[in-house]
């Protein structure tokens, strides 16, 4: 049973492009979170989804950033006009659906370089 | 979700065990103590939970005082590999909408030969 999966790994962008991170859950989970790591930081909670649905965006900067979780493919975490302190760690977690057993997985993640 | 209070650092030798405590002393009846490492540059990575008996699994074993306000999280023999920051964290696990992870700064855990 594949774990969560993420990519690219790395990626690395100049200001002012787009990234767009990946996150495929684990099989038969439905909940997807996005986390940010900046260096030597903790991990802060950005975004939780369900498919189709954002569930709690309360830790996702207003602009420039955005999540989806379509019906069919991988969770999206999309940033505009990246800027040098966009660079971090993003994690993706995946939960199943089931009350009382909503642990969350965490993916190897995403390593943002804006230059 | 309740705060937690958690050591900066500690070592271990290789070999003996490691006992990570945690504060929580406003921990409600409803939530759960979660831990989680991070290998540097890994993904977090899930180790236990509990709510208020202690739990014992393949990796660590949880120990959770009778009052709940305080956990320890033990690994029983602890290797090289076990080097890393651990996290403990209390949160309502009820398949509702509250469910993001509030990571603190955790312990980082240096397992010394």
């Known amino acids: 049973n594949a774990g969560v999966m993420q990519n690219p790994r790395h990626l690395v962008r100049r200001r002012g492009q787009e990234a767009r991170l990946r996150c495929s859950p684990m099989?038969?989970?439905?909940?997807v979170y996005w986390y940010r790591q900046l260096p030597e930081e903790g991990l802060k909670f950005m975004v939780y989804?369900?498919?189709?649905?954002?569930?709690?965006e309360s830790g996702m900067p207003k602009e420039r950033f955005s999540a989806e979780f379509p019906k069919e493919g991988p969770s999206i975490l999309r940033i505009q006009q990246v800027v040098r302190g966009d660079s971090a760690a993003y994690f993706c977690?995946?939960?199943?659906?089931?009350?009382?057993?909503?642990?969350?997985?965490f993916g190897p993640g995403t390593r943002l370089t804006v230059l | 979700d309740a705060k937690t209070t958690q050591p900066t650092s500690m070592d271990c030798a290789e070999g003996r065990a490691a006992n990570l405590p945690c504060n929580h002393s406003?921990?409600?009846?409803?939530?759960?103590v979660y831990w989680y490492r991070q290998i540097h540059s890994q993904g977090p990575q899930y180790i236990i939970h509990g709510l208020k008996n202690n739990e014992t699994n393949e990796m660590a074993s949880l120990i959770i005082t009778e009052d709940r306000k305080s956990s320890t999280l033990i690994l029983p023999h602890a290797t090289l590999r076990d080097t890393a920051v651990y996290y403990c964290?209390?949160?309502?696990?009820?398949?509702?909408?509250?469910?993001?992870?509030?990571f603190g700064a955790g312990t980082r855990l240096t397992v010394k030969p």
């Open positions: 406003t921990i409600s009846g409803n939530e759960y």
């Open positions: 964290i209390v949160r309502v696990m009820d398949g509702n909408n509250n469910n993001d992870m509030r």
């Open positions: 099989k038969g989970h439905s909940h």
């Open positions: 977690a995946s939960s199943p659906v089931l009350a009382g057993s909503d642990t969350q997985y």
């Open positions: 989804l369900q498919k189709e649905n954002i569930i709690d």
